[in-house]
């Protein structure tokens, strides 16, 4: 037999790809086509089974993944950490907020505007990155983090301060996007195209020089890579993904806020990318439903341990999700370094070789 046919027998055999397009005809399997395709008629089908409940978790949960992929390009494959993504949500947010209610902008130029503006915060902030990494980038992003508190804080005049700003609700002209069942129809959509996005970027020359500058920096630069561009790219990229995150959260709540893009916002988004898995896209999405749903089975849980008493059920509420969300990130990281995107990797595998074992 050919090594040509060999190659199409699959990693089963023990035959590695020949070539780039061998590998992603392997991958594109009946199994993931399949999956693809339950995945676009769950969400068809969600707003019409779900109640207007389950539309709003929808909801939040589509804003946290735009923002958690954004996360993970920045650090799951560019290997820079940041603990301050919270920040350029809420620069998305303010700009969002600012253009279409004070300058009057419609809402798909807003959406945008929030997510450049982001950008270019993110730029700002990806400055420094190519004199230092690892913890001291880190507090140079938890910097940002309090500067832009700061700065919101104080400028009440754009800001409206510790009050916030209002948001009008979207308006299409015909209709205006005021109920959880129609801001789904514009959410999921561009969350849907945003991880898309993401996907493939990692197949361009763009994303596997991220790569390359997150396995090493210096070899990369020696092969021709231009680092503070990379870097700074990779910064802009995940901030404008937070930043159109940002924007859709204002949308969303019609009301923005300091208290929305807090310190813990920004370790909450940090641990759905350890929990779903650092540099996967796949990971970012499944840390963010994880950690989307983690509060509302605590809530049940407190719920039946607090009994009627609301004032001891907030109590037991706050301290489990803490509690929980240091567990899962030390957990994580002790038995499972590579999230749940590996352990539906593994599954993936069990199946493409069922029912026969190596």
Request: glycine share 12%; charged share 10%; aromatic share 12%.
């Amino acid at each position: 037999m050919s090594v040509s046919k060999l190659s199409l027998l699959g990693p089963r055999f023990g035959v590695l790809p020949l070539s780039h397009a061998d590998a992603q005809r392997r991958l594109d399997t009946p199994l993931r086509r399949g999956g693809l395709a339950a995945l676009a008629i769950a969400l068809v089908v969600l707003p019409l089974v779900a109640g207007d409940y389950g539309v709003y978790m929808a909801c939040l949960t589509a804003i946290t993944v735009i923002s958690v992929v954004g996360l993970n390009i920045l650090t799951g494959y560019t290997g820079l950490l940041s603990i301050g993504h919270a920040a350029f949500n809420g620069v998305g947010a303010y700009g969002c907020a600012v253009a279409a209610g004070s300058w009057g902008w419609p809402f798909w130029l807003a959406i945008p505007f929030g997510g450049l503006l982001a950008a270019a915060a993110g730029v700002l902030v990806g400055l420094p990155s190519l004199r230092i990494k690892g913890l001291y980038l880190a507090i140079a992003t938890l910097a940002a983090q309090f500067i832009f508190l700061f700065v919101v804080q104080h400028w009440e005049g754009v800001t409206g301060g510790d009050r916030g700003l209002p948001m009008p609700s979207p308006d299409l002209g015909f209709t205006k996007l005021d109920t959880d069942a129609k801001l789904y129809a514009l959410i999921v959509p561009i969350a849907f195209a945003m991880c898309v996005f993401a996907s493939n970027l990692f197949r361009t020359r763009i994303g596997r020089a991220f790569i390359a500058v997150r396995e090493r920096d210096y070899s990369a630069e020696v092969l021709g890579i231009d680092l503070l561009r990379t870097k700074l790219l990779s910064f802009a990229i995940a901030s404008f993904y937070a930043g159109i995150a940002g924007a859709l959260m204002a949308i969303f709540f019609l009301v923005v806020n300091p208290e929305q893009y807090t310190f813990t916002a920004s370790i909450f988004q940090l641990t759905a990318v350890i929990v779903g898995g650092l540099g996967s896209v796949l990971g970012a999405i499944l840390g963010s439903v994880f950690m989307v749903g983690v509060p509302e089975v605590l809530k049940a849980l407190g719920a039946l341990y607090a009994g009627a008493d609301p004032a001891r059920f907030a109590v037991v509420l706050a301290s489990l999700r803490e509690l929980v969300f240091g567990l899962l990130i030390v957990g994580f990281l002790l038995f499972e370094p590579y999230g749940l995107a590996e352990i539906v990797r593994r599954a993936r595998m069990q199946l493409a070789v069922w029912p026969f074992r190596h």
